[in-house]
């Protein structure tokens, strides 16, 4: 008894081991059942908690990795998918949300920190205007555009006076150019220095009301063909409007611009043909374009290298191929014997080989004319009844995805290259063999190109080729006999929007009657003697094709698509951080200022400078 117990005991023991086993074995099948149940129902977030879970427990499981790399792909285009509809809607917390979600999602960060940017910068433009803004003004989050600190861009830092935004009323008639200047110094409080070669004797006319004192001293200049230039806080300095002497006032600046998504020699030839830079050096190695020219020429060049520096548009792809063989061979009848052979079994028969090492005999006169009944052998087919019959349903399925940039082309393909062997041979009798390669399979071709209203025009190209047979030529070489269906089209989507196409069918149906002559065509009793067979194939090719904007092109507004450029002899604008408040009157930050007084100098100044470079 304590035998039979100690057995019992070890075999409870073993059995419950292998259930462990087994079980240990089953859980990883256990959470990608899991995992994907979660994920067709939508339930993204835990699927993908359950998948990466499990692949970290079994990280030599191949299929669990791939699903979970697969769900991770999913609930990220989720997230951002929901981020930027809450963002359109005006739900900024909830898009917030959605976009911090997407951060802690490995190798999404710069994504979600991208996108967090982008709400912030809306956020921020959507806040009402403050009233003491001219003191703080508020600054877009990345925008491409220049610094109102002068010492941004190694120029003398100079802080404008505020006493150039107070308004002022001047009425002068036919009075000498320098008593409005004093009267304007009077008001304000600046010192005026004059150039030598301004005249005494240059007189103007002018009525203005409630005006700024900076918009004062720019009609006057204008319109007396003199120039401005702020020297230090409290001192302006007033010239003639002259090519020497915009060479001798007039303050240049080297400023660099690094380029991280544009290309440099695009930008530089748009600077070339728009702002008129000669001054000009690309660097293409490192992507960046050194300029030389006036503080108010680079903050237009920065504008409009803004305008092209801008991250290229993305697109993820997201393919599903699905190819449907349907099939049916069947086989019912009696295959009677197709034949018999006689073979002589004469003593003088000899047998010998031909070129293809066949067996063959030869027979002698005498053993043609001696032929009996007992010196024949006779061999006869063999007789099969035969009732079959096959249906096969395969489905192949591949669902690929890809990210492609806007405009430029990606390929897919599912398959394998066949090696196709070819034989040359020379004048000299050398024969050579060369190996090309054909891509026989699934091949996919795809351009995108982003529109900024978010839909996706696709350039589609499909092929889909098989082997049909091998032919052996008489040298030895391997050629393929290769069977392909193609599509090509365009097509254009929404965002999110899917499209199928269908409809490359390829149906072949053979019907095959053997029966014995005669016998076979006997009614009813004929079907003794008759073998049918039919064979029936039919294969179709379905695409699905869903676009996800990764990246959308986001149109240029306000300050950032359209700006003051000047006249057409001469660039001149004003920094959007920098203008005054046009509505009320009242002045704006103290940058606006500085701003438009070397709007003055650039009106009058920049003319000549530019015609001296054409007359050159």
């Not at 339930?43 to 908690?49: D, K, M, N, S």
């Not at 290229?312 to 699905?322: A, C, Q, S």
């Not at 929404?494 to 076979?520: A, C, F, S, W, Y």
Request: aromatic share 4%; glycine share 8%; charged share 25%.
């Amino acid at each position: 008894m304590t035998r039979l117990a100690f057995l019992a005991r070890t075999c409870t023991a073993c059995a419950l081991a292998l259930s462990l086993l087994a079980c240990a074995s089953n859980a990883p099948r256990t959470a990608l059942e899991q995992g994907q149940a979660l994920a067709a129902t939508g339930r993204l977030a835990e699927a993908y908690q359950e998948l990466d879970a499990a692949s970290r427990q079994n990280p030599g499981d191949d299929s669990l990795r791939a699903a979970s790399m697969q769900t991770r792909e999913r609930l990220a285009a989720s997230l951002l998918r929901r981020g930027d509809e809450a963002t359109a809607a005006g739900r900024l917390e909830e898009a917030r949300n959605a976009y911090a979600q997407l951060g802690q999602l490995p190798g999404h960060a710069g994504r979600a920190n991208e996108a967090l940017a982008k709400l912030e910068q809306k956020q921020i433009a959507s806040l009402p205007e403050l009233p003491d803004s001219w003191k703080a003004p508020q600054q877009l989050v990345g925008e491409r555009i220049a610094a109102p600190a002068r010492t941004a861009r190694g120029i003398p830092a100079i802080e404008p006076p505020e006493a150039l935004g107070r308004q002022v009323s001047l009425e002068f008639r036919d009075a000498a150019i320098r008593s409005v200047f004093e009267a304007i110094t009077r008001a304000s409080g600046l010192n005026v220095v004059f150039d030598r070669d301004v005249s005494q004797d240059m007189r103007t006319t002018i009525y203005l009301r409630n005006t700024r004192i900076k918009a004062a001293l720019d009609k006057i200049a204008m319109i007396s063909g003199l120039a401005l230039r702020l020297l230090d806080e409290h001192t302006l300095l007033i010239y003639t409007d002259e090519v020497g002497k915009q060479r001798d006032y007039q303050q240049l600046v080297v400023h660099s611009f690094h380029l991280a998504s544009a290309d440099a020699r695009t930008v530089a030839n748009s600077l070339r043909t728009v702002l008129r830079f000669r001054d000009m050096v690309v660097d293409e190695k490192l992507n960046m374009i050194v300029v030389r020219d006036t503080p108010e020429a680079i903050a237009l060049a920065e504008k409009l290298v803004a305008m092209h520096d801008v991250a290229e548009p993305e697109v993820m792809l997201e393919v599903e191929i699905i190819e449907i063989k349907r099939g049916l061979l069947q086989d019912l009848g009696v295959q009677w014997p197709g034949g018999m052979t006689l073979t002589p079994l004469g003593s003088g028969t000899r047998t010998t080989t031909d070129s293809s090492g066949n067996t063959i005999t030869q027979l002698t006169l005498r053993d043609m004319l001696g032929l009996t009944p007992g010196s024949l052998g006779v061999s006869i087919d063999s007789l099969a009844i035969k009732a079959q019959r096959t249906d096969s349903d395969i489905n192949l399925l591949a669902n690929p995805r890809i990210r492609a940039r806007n405009r430029e082309k990606a390929k897919i393909l599912i398959g394998e290259r066949v090696p196709n062997i070819s034989s040359t041979a020379t004048s000299t009798g050398f024969v050579s063999e060369n190996i090309t390669y054909v891509d026989v399979g699934l091949k996919l071709d795809v351009e995108p190109q982003i529109f900024p209203n978010g839909e996706v025009a696709i350039k589609l190209g499909l092929e889909v080729s098989s082997i049909n047979e091998s032919v052996s030529t008489s040298g030895g070489t391997v050629a393929y006999r290769i069977g392909t269906r193609n599509a090509n089209t365009s097509l254009r989507l929404r965002d999110g929007e899917t499209q199928v196409l269908g409809g490359l069918i390829q149906d072949n149906d053979r019907k095959t009657v053997t029966k014995v002559p005669l016998l076979g065509d006997i009614p009813v009793l004929g079907r003794l003697f008759t073998m049918n067979g039919d064979d029936t194939s039919k294969t179709e090719i379905v695409l699905s094709i869903t676009p996800r904007i990764v990246r959308g092109i986001e149109p240029l507004r306000g300050e950032r698509s359209s700006f003051e450029a000047g006249t057409a002899s001469g660039v001149r604008g004003r920094r959007p951080d920098t203008d005054y408040a046009e509505d009320n009157g009242m002045p704006g930050t103290q940058e606006s200022v500085e701003r438009n007084g070397g709007n003055a100098s650039r009106n009058n100044g920049s003319g000549g400078e530019r015609r001296e470079r054409d007359e050159n």
